[in-house]
């Protein structure tokens, strides 16, 4: 997505499982939107400077779950836009610990 304009019902899938944000976003320098999930049936809107604009509903399908390894996320939108998004994800949970490996040797 690049470009400035609007993110018309946006749509995260990982996996099976999929939420849409019934809301329109408008992603421009001078007036970008972020969503805030934290699951059940709302989501924040909040402006650039975390203001809270709007809750909006959200439309769930599948239980919206990061499952252990490796997980495909797709960011879309109702309105197949071409505009520049960010995508930042967290989980809750148990921590994955990554062993420290051996240093490669050429």
């Excluded at 408008?26 to 924040?44: F, H, M, P, S, V």
């Amino acid at each position: 997505m690049m470009g400035e304009g609007e993110l018309v019902e946006p749509s995260i899938q990982i996996g099976k499982s999929k939420i849409t944000v019934k809301s329109t976003l408008q992603l421009q320098a001078k007036a970008t939107q972020y969503i805030e999930y934290r699951g059940g049936e709302k989501a924040n809107i909040y402006d650039k400077n975390w203001n809270l604009q709007e809750v909006a509903e959200v439309k769930i399908k599948g239980n919206f779950e990061a499952v252990k390894g490796q997980n495909i996320v797709t960011l879309s939108s109702g309105n197949h836009a071409n505009v520049k998004a960010e995508l930042l994800l967290f989980t809750e949970g148990e921590p994955i610990k990554v062993a420290k490996s051996a240093p490669l040797v050429w």
